[in-house]
């Protein structure tokens, strides 16, 4: 009997978009800690990079005892080039990481319930504990800079209250005369949280339309950029519906630099990513919002981004862009020869 089983469909599956991601991210880093002018900042990244280098080698590992053939992923060779200008400038490093990192928390805590071999579970289950590390980084280091901006403050509750009437859940409130019912706690932070990180993912993907070197893909990024303008101006009116601020970074712009730093490939995929987790932040936020307008709104953003992220995909595929994830045996081919 083997010391230990082989690996399962599930658990090839999801090392493999691991592996994907985390050379992303490598190169990205390697992007960002050449052009970091804080000191401070190019510690957590170079830190970072170290250990996501380590899993990205455990990964490998795996890979070659099972012999299974390594993912192309992403390479230092064809998919960035530290010696091009700045493409984004004021902290927008750490809050790209910040965002990568909450995105990556969330898939190895997926990933963990996927899993049944022993050093496949620990694996992802010290990935996320890294990914908690750097992500609590980062998000000090923006507080402390001044680039990240609080959910709004309220007033302590003094007392339990219980919902009386079914006009809560329409969003209506107890005086017909003044219009929807005042947002509670829960629905402000997943409003104020897809602000945020559609802020972030505007940024970025307009530098992205900065330099992209296929015009069908720069199209492409410019139509993301309008798309996440819209979803931040329509959850901002929601915000100011009721008297409460939509929260504004201070930092994070993309520079006049037209040189790509990253190829289209690996900025096509880290916007497909971003999309992906987009669409299960909007589907978490309808989830927990009593208020039956917000759901609708939230439906639509990810229609929107749904049908987004598929034309992307077709750009992908038609510029041999997206390594297809490994499948099932076909049975019906294998009879036939």
């Known amino acids: 009997m083997p010391e230990k089983p082989a690996i399962t469909s599930s658990e090839l599956g999801t090392l493999w978009l691991t ?13 960002f800690i050449e052009k970091a002018d804080d000191e401070k900042a190019k510690d957590l990244m170079t830190n970072l990079y170290n250990e996501v280098d380590l899993f990205v080698n455990k990964i490998i590992e795996i890979f070659k005892n099972e012999g299974a053939t390594i993912p192309v ?19 927008f490093d750490i809050m790209f990481v910040r965002l990568l990192k909450e995105i990556s928390m969330g898939l190895h805590s997926l990933n963990i319930t996927m899993s049944y071999r022993e050093d496949v579970v620990m694996l992802f289950k010290d990935l996320t504990a890294m990914t908690q590390k750097y992500y609590n980084q ?11 901006a609080r959910p709004p403050y309220v007033p302590m509750p003094q007392s339990v ?15 017909p005369f003044s219009g929807k019912r005042t947002l509670n706690t829960v629905e402000v932070a997943h409003l104020h949280h897809a602000i945020d990180s559609n802020t972030t993912g505007m940024q970025m993907i307009t530098g992205f339309a900065q330099c992209a070197t296929e015009s069908e893909v720069k199209r492409y990024f410019n139509e993301g950029a309008e798309l996440a303008k819209g979803i931040i101006k329509e959850l ?38 971003f999309c992906s987790f987009s669409v299960g932040s909007s589907s978490l936020g309808t989830a927990f919002s009593l208020r039956n307008d917000l759901p609708v709104k939230m439906t639509v953003f990810m229609k929107d981004i749904f049908e987004y992220a598929h034309k992307g995909g077709k750009i992908m595929i038609k510029n041999g862009w997206m390594e297809e994830v490994p499948q099932m045996a076909e049975r019906k081919q294998i009879m036939k020869k």
């Open 236 to 273: 901002s009116e929601t915000l100011l519906e009721s008297d409460l601020p939509s929260p504004v970074p201070s930092g994070g712009n993309a520079t006049r630099s037209t040189i790509a730093p990253f190829s289209d490939k690996l900025m096509m995929y880290c916007t497909s990513l």
């Open 73 to 91: 992923g992403f390479t230092t060779t064809q998919d960035v080039n530290k010696e091009v200008p700045k493409l984004y400038d004021n902290g």
């Open 19 to 31: 592996y994907q991601e985390k050379t992303m991210i490598l190169r990205m880093l390697e992007y």
């Open 161 to 175: 209250e219980f919902v009386k009437d079914t006009s809560y859940l329409s969003g209506l409130a107890i005086n």
């Open 138 to 148: 980062c998000t000090q280091y923006l507080l402390e800079k001044g680039m990240l």
